[in-house]
């Protein structure tokens, strides 16, 4: 996508946001060992992860790999 390839600094702080977030979220979840909560806030770190990761690679995706 152009927009990403354009927009690096954008990109970078969106990445960063994510990760901290999503990191935080995890580790904060694992503290709570026994606790439902825990639980869910460990996936939705997980959530912010995997958003981070598909933000980094969206400037290497090419319209040929797609169907």
Do not use: Q, S
Request: overall charge positive; aromatic content about 14%.
């Amino acid at each position: 996508m152009k927009f990403w390839k354009e927009h690096v600094g954008l990109r970078i702080g969106f990445i960063l946001v994510f990760f901290i977030i999503g990191l935080g979220l995890v580790i904060g979840g694992w503290k709570m060992t026994g606790e439902l909560l825990g639980l869910v806030l460990m996936m939705i770190g997980l959530v912010f992860l995997l958003a981070a990761i598909m933000i980094y690679n969206k400037p290497f995706e090419d319209a040929k790999g797609r169907r």
